[in-house]
């Protein structure tokens, strides 16, 4: 049972334009979400974070949005670059501190 | 700080040998994590260390795994006998303290089982 869903499992995006990545959860005890992005033969680095008591954070072109109602978060790149070609992962964490990650997405963003 | 080290990058073994994984912390880190990655489960928890003692290892797949911390900069996760299902790639993180959600990973071990 995965608790923490990204159902794209790629996205492509015209340099320049939005690129928008989508989570779902079922768990509402999740209390802070995560972004992590992974180049290739790397492992994920720390993007960008959100407290369940916000709905938005911002972090230069990269903004996240947290729905709690519909148990949904998403990820604004504005605007794309091609450096931004990566696999994000979502992640939750639980109340005992513990992090679910999603399945990735895997982004391209073309010149 | 090289950040965390892992080892092998790349291990290739036939069905029913023993593999083993290397992992190196943070200096100053004291909670460890080992996940998994593959195409249908994404990046799955295995198991967490926190001061060397193991928190959580109910991510450990089967008996075949294991994992130890010998001492407060190393660990390793072996896996005897190793299955073709269990390749994937396989990291090691660790972050600064037990509820550190940002958690830095190492490069991780491509693991093939033949």
């Known amino acids: 049972d995965q608790q923490v869903k990204q159902n794209s499992p790629s996205l492509s995006v015209q340099e320049g334009r939005i690129s928008i990545l989508n989570c779902d959860y079922t768990n509402s005890m999740f209390d802070y979400f995560l972004w992590y992005k992974k180049y290739p033969a790397e492992g994920p680095t720390f993007l960008i974070s959100?407290?369940?008591?916000?709905d938005k954070n911002e972090d230069g072109r990269f903004t996240v949005f947290l729905n709690k109602s519909a148990k949904h978060l998403s990820l604004h790149i504005v605007p794309s670059q091609p450096g931004d070609s990566a696999v994000y992962f979502c992640?939750?964490?639980?109340?005992?501190?513990?992090?679910?990650f999603g399945g990735g997405t895997r982004l391209m963003v073309k010149p | 700080d090289a950040g965390v080290i892992q080892s092998p990058r790349h291990e290739v073994t036939e069905m029913g040998q023993e593999v083993t994984l290397r992992c190196k912390l943070i200096s100053g880190h004291n909670s460890l994590f080992w996940y998994r990655q593959t195409m249908m489960r994404g990046l799955e928890l295995l198991i967490y260390f926190n001061n060397n003692v193991p928190i959580d290892d109910s991510g450990m797949p089967e008996d075949r795994f294991s994992a130890k911390m010998p001492n407060a900069s190393f660990s390793t996760l072996k896996i005897q006998p190793s299955e073709p299902r269990d390749s994937a790639v396989y990291f090691c993180?660790?972050?600064?303290?037990?509820?550190?959600?940002?958690?830095?990973f190492g490069s991780g071990t491509q693991l093939s089982v033949l």
């Open positions: 993180a660790s972050s600064l303290k037990r509820a550190d959600e940002k958690l830095f």
């Open positions: 992640a939750a964490r639980n109340a005992g501190n513990m992090l679910t």
């Open positions: 959100i407290s369940s008591i916000k």
